[in-house]
């Protein structure tokens, strides 16, 4: 399983960004995807999470209200909006495939995820 992250970049506090995360393999559809992020000199942390049929999803306090993450399973593609970005959303940014359908998890955890991206750098500048 091979993960893709792409949209980071530099941009202005108040701007809007969306990422992209594309998975290689045939059972996208039936997993869970979540992104995370891990700022400079801090630990790595959740962001968003997505179950395989789109029906639940989760988020950070700190991006809730102005983030949506949503899925095309037709093109084994996780997306993260955000708007409103801020310079403390400044981080590298991970996509991460999670369990199988039915499986019981912990969406902001990170060890319900088996398999990350190489991660996009997102820069917000003040």
């Known amino acids: 399983v091979q993960l893709q992250a792409s949209g980071g970049g530099l941009v202005q506090t108040g701007d809007f960004l969306r990422l992209s995360c594309a998975a290689s393999?045939?059972?996208?559809?039936?997993?869970?995807m979540g992104w995370f992020r891990q700022a400079p000199g801090k630990e790595r942390e959740f962001v968003a999470a997505i179950s395989y049929s789109a029906e639940n999803k989760y988020y950070a306090d700190s991006v809730k209200g102005r983030s949506t993450i949503s899925r095309d399973n037709a093109k084994n593609t996780v997306y993260l909006q955000m708007s409103s970005l801020k310079p403390e959303d400044t981080a590298v940014y991970y996509c991460?495939?999670?369990?199988?359908?039915?499986?019981?998890?912990?969406?902001?955890?990170?060890?319900?995820?088996?398999?990350w991206g190489h991660g996009t750098l997102v820069t917000v500048s003040s």
């Open positions: 393999g045939r059972t996208f559809s039936t997993v869970a």
């Open positions: 991460a495939r999670g369990p199988r359908m039915w499986t019981a998890w912990e969406p902001m955890a990170a060890t319900s995820y088996n398999y």
